[in-house]
């Protein structure tokens, strides 16, 4: 019997992808740890993913198969501390694909992000391979760890697999300092009845998808055979695209005395170098992807269980 750890499970994704996990191959099969599990069902551990020897024997213990590894400190965030990021975006996935090349777990999923786009990447309908000159320290880790993966799968034949997530829209959970955080924050102001403030700017288009998409297409990539997966850096993953603005208007729909004031910070920098919109036909290809939610379908799933 195969066994999944997710690292980082209390996380934005984490929380929703062990949920999803367990229902499917049964609650003893798939373990959480994170650095603080208090949100988290057992079995969990309280876990170091930058401790490689706590790692291991975790590992080993339990007889892990296969590792999510969702542990990163995400762009706003690394802005504020860029030497630590890397440390620990860095330091996390080399441990885990070691383990990996050791033949100690068979499979790893690591997410990439749109952040390793930067300002000179053709922003709509960005194609899986094009120019990559990232401008934060989440994405120049992000992208480092792409060309790591591949590094693993080349000289190693480590089986990793990867999906570059775009901003990523949920109920369940609270976001944990990204750029698109706006996109959930501002559900939370419509439900409470308070006029909400952007932070990018209303024209800022950015690629998005809600969570449930996310965490199926993380199972699905994980799920399909070996020689699918074409690609072993990250794959372009696509769900919707909208600017704020657009997103605004269709909660005012919902919610008709809402009012939104835009007053960009440095997110809008970050926000400003990345993709509008992705070209996600290679995962489609390879792997059978496709999105189920488009923008409405969102809305209506956020406001309803806000």
């Known amino acids: 019997m195969e066994k999944s750890l997710v690292i980082g499970a209390a996380g934005q994704i984490g929380t929703e992808l062990v949920s999803e996990l367990r ?19 057992s079995p969990f551990y309280e876990l170091d993913a930058t401790n490689e020897s706590a790692l291991r024997d975790l590992v080993l213990n339990e007889g892990v198969t296969e590792i999510y590894h969702l542990v990163a400190i995400l762009s706003a965030t690394g802005e ?62 992000k992208s480092a760890g792409e060309l790591w993966c591949q590094y693993y799968f080349e000289n190693y034949g480590v089986d990793v697999r990867s999906i570059r997530y775009p901003g990523l829209i949920s109920w369940k959970t609270m976001p944990g300092g990204g750029t698109t955080d706006y996109a959930i924050e501002i559900f939370h102001s419509a439900r409470k009845g308070i006029d909400f403030r952007s932070f990018l700017g209303p024209d800022t288009r950015l690629p998005m998808m809600y969570m ?66 992705i070209d996600d036909s290679e995962a489609k290809l390879d792997w059978g992807w496709n999105h189920k939610f488009d923008t409405k379908a969102i809305v209506k799933l956020m406001s309803d269980n806000i």
């Open 23 to 41: 229902s499917k191959r049964g609650i003893a099969n798939v373990i959480a740890a994170d650095l603080r599990v208090d949100n988290l069902a």
């Open 212 to 277: 449930d998409d996310a965490v199926r297409a993380t199972i699905e990539i994980m799920e399909a055979d070996p020689d699918s997966i074409k690609i072993r850096t990250s794959y372009n993953l696509s769900g919707v695209d909208f600017t704020p603005r657009e997103l605004f208007d269709e909660i005012k729909k919902i919610y008709p005395e809402f009012n939104i004031t835009f007053k960009p910070d440095s997110r809008q920098k970050i926000a400003d170098s990345w993709p509008g919109s």
């Open 80 to 141: 504020k501390a860029p030497k630590r990021a890397w440390e620990l975006n860095m330091k996390t996935l080399l441990n885990i694909l070691d383990l990996a090349k050791e033949r100690i777990i068979q499979r790893v999923f690591w997410p990439s992000s749109i952040a390793v786009f930067g300002p000179s990447t053709p922003k709509i309908k960005t194609p899986q391979f094009t120019v990559m000159d990232p401008n934060t320290v989440y994405g120049i880790s």
